[in-house]
């Protein structure tokens, strides 16, 4: 059994990069499909099934902040605010910004029900909505008194399932006090204006760092680690279909707002998932499809965020909600393509911004 942590574990960042294709093919479907397209079609359906791969984010962000080298209270919190940060100035450029310079078509204004102009209000909802970023920022900063305060693998496994169970129950706890309500919503969503609250979601992460304690008491055997996370998976989706199929409406909801059987079935079958691109990468060649999805992997904050922005602006040209189901298809590679040439010349720029700094005197003697 080795002993020596390895640089990376390839599935990891392989479902990671996977995690990010996916979100810019759902994302792409549900602003610019017709909801008859997302709905009765085999492209929604599709597209849908491939977005239920969402907790394999969430699932090997857990397993790498169990094996990442800064263990420490004060980096995850300062990460964690970082992403929170990142997430409110994303919210601005993808909602604000087109609204503000006039370019928001008025369809999507409309499906909230509002008319324009905005008022203060409005603006603020829309900054303030929950995506995937508030749920990860929020979740490292309480995760990095976990991580240091609970050492058992079996209370992090122990803790996912409870929050899992007692997260439907928590949503009726909310406050008409402006803040106090926003931050009980981003705790436990009853709505869509966090589609991603922390219980239960945050369920996958701990879940993933439960397999993250697992793999490094067994020496960073990744052989062993997703042997061992392919039976769980089984065993989780045993038990969490039978629930969904008995009462779906309460364990699976609107898929944003999952019961505890959700919670149990997807993370089996993203722990099979896993286990699966396992076996694939240690059977198979290094290749290009491969490589892009450790790119993915590598820079999911800043694709996670161009892939929004862009998608969003993109309703100034071709409308909210208006595109057939070819029309959806064709777009689809067009965002993904735009991502990554954006992607890349503002890493370049980022880049030759280095470069050009000057040497100091420190930098000189050090």
Same mark, same amino acid.
């Given at each position: 059994?080795?002993?020596?942590?390895?640089?990376?574990?390839?599935?990891?960042?392989?479902?990671?990069?996977?995690?990010?294709?996916?979100?810019?093919?759902?994302?792409?479907?549900?602003?610019?499909?017709?909801?008859?397209?997302?709905?009765?079609?085999?492209?929604?359906?599709?597209?849908?099934?491939?977005?239920?791969?969402?907790?394999?984010?969430?699932?090997?962000?857990?397993?790498?902040?169990?094996?990442?080298?800064?263990?420490?209270?004060?980096?995850?919190?300062?990460?964690?605010?970082?992403?929170?940060?990142?997430?409110? $100035?994303?919210?601005?450029?993808? &909602?604000? *910004? #087109?609204? %503000?310079?006039?370019?928001?078509?008025?369809? !999507?204004?409309?499906? /909230?029900?509002?008319?324009?102009?905005?008022?203060?209000?409005?603006?603020?909802?829309?900054?303030?909505?929950?995506?995937?970023?508030?749920?990860?920022?929020?979740?490292?900063?309480?995760?990095?008194?976990?991580?240091?305060?609970?050492?058992?693998?079996?209370?992090?496994?122990? $803790?996912?399932?409870?929050?899992? &169970?007692? *997260? #439907?129950? %928590?949503?009726?706890?909310?406050?008409?006090? !402006?803040?106090?309500? /926003?931050?009980?919503?981003?705790?436990?969503?009853?709505?869509?204006?966090?589609?991603?609250?922390?219980?239960?979601?945050?369920?996958?992460?701990?879940?993933?760092?439960?397999?993250?304690?697992?793999?490094?008491?067994?020496?960073?055997?990744?052989?062993?680690?997703?042997?061992?996370?392919?039976?769980?998976?089984?065993?989780?989706?045993?038990?969490?279909?039978?629930?969904?199929?008995?009462?779906?409406?309460?364990?699976?909801?609107?898929?944003?707002?999952?019961?505890?059987?959700?919670?149990?079935?997807?993370?089996?079958?993203?722990?099979?998932?896993?286990?699966?691109?396992?076996?694939?990468?240690?059977?198979?060649?290094?290749?290009?499809?491969?490589?892009?999805?450790?790119?993915?992997?590598?820079?999911?904050?800043?694709?996670?965020?161009?892939?929004?922005?862009?998608?969003?602006?993109?309703?100034?040209?071709?409308?909210?909600?208006?595109?057939?189901?070819?029309?959806?298809?064709?777009?689809?590679?067009?965002?993904?393509?735009?991502?990554?040439?954006?992607?890349?010349?503002?890493?370049?720029?980022?880049?030759?911004?280095?470069?050009?700094?000057?040497?100091?005197?420190?930098?000189?003697?050090?």
């Amino acid at each position: 059994m080795s002993t020596i942590k390895p640089n990376r574990i390839l599935a990891i960042d392989f479902g990671r990069g996977f995690s990010v294709i996916a979100m810019i093919l759902v994302h792409t479907l549900w602003i610019h499909a017709r909801q008859d397209v997302q709905s009765d079609t085999f492209l929604g359906h599709f597209i849908h099934f491939v977005g239920r791969g969402t907790p394999v984010f969430l699932i090997t962000m857990g397993v790498s902040f169990m094996i990442s080298r800064n263990q420490d209270i004060k980096s995850a919190v300062k990460r964690g605010i970082m992403i929170l940060g990142v997430a409110y $100035l994303m919210n601005f450029l993808k &909602f604000l *910004a #087109p609204i %503000l310079v006039g370019l928001m078509p008025d369809s !999507f204004i409309a499906a /909230y029900g509002w008319e324009m102009p905005l008022n203060l209000e409005k603006y603020t909802y829309l900054l303030l909505t929950g995506d995937i970023l508030q749920l990860a920022g929020v979740s490292l900063l309480l995760l990095a008194l976990i991580r240091a305060y609970l050492k058992n693998k079996f209370i992090l496994l122990g $803790l996912a399932i409870l929050i899992a &169970f007692i *997260a #439907p129950e %928590l949503r009726s706890i909310q406050s008409e006090i !402006f803040g106090v309500n /926003y931050i009980t919503q981003l705790l436990w969503s009853d709505g869509y204006w966090v589609y991603f609250p922390v219980f239960p979601w945050i369920s996958f992460i701990l879940l993933g760092m439960f397999f993250g304690k697992w793999y490094v008491e067994k020496g960073y055997n990744q052989n062993e680690l997703f042997k061992r996370m392919g039976i769980v998976g089984l065993v989780f989706i045993a038990v969490g279909a039978p629930l969904v199929f008995m009462n779906e409406a309460y364990h699976f909801n609107d898929f944003f707002h999952l019961g505890p059987g959700g919670v149990i079935y997807l993370a089996g079958w993203n722990f099979t998932v896993l286990s699966m691109f396992h076996w694939m990468l240690t059977r198979t060649k290094d290749n290009f499809l491969y490589r892009s999805f450790y790119y993915c992997s590598k820079h999911v904050t800043s694709l996670y965020v161009i892939q929004w922005v862009l998608i969003c602006w993109g309703m100034v040209i071709f409308g909210f909600q208006s595109k057939s189901e070819f029309g959806t298809i064709l777009l689809m590679p067009l965002f993904m393509g735009l991502t990554f040439v954006i992607h890349f010349y503002i890493g370049k720029i980022m880049d030759m911004s280095r470069s050009n700094k000057p040497i100091t005197k420190g930098r000189l003697t050090s």
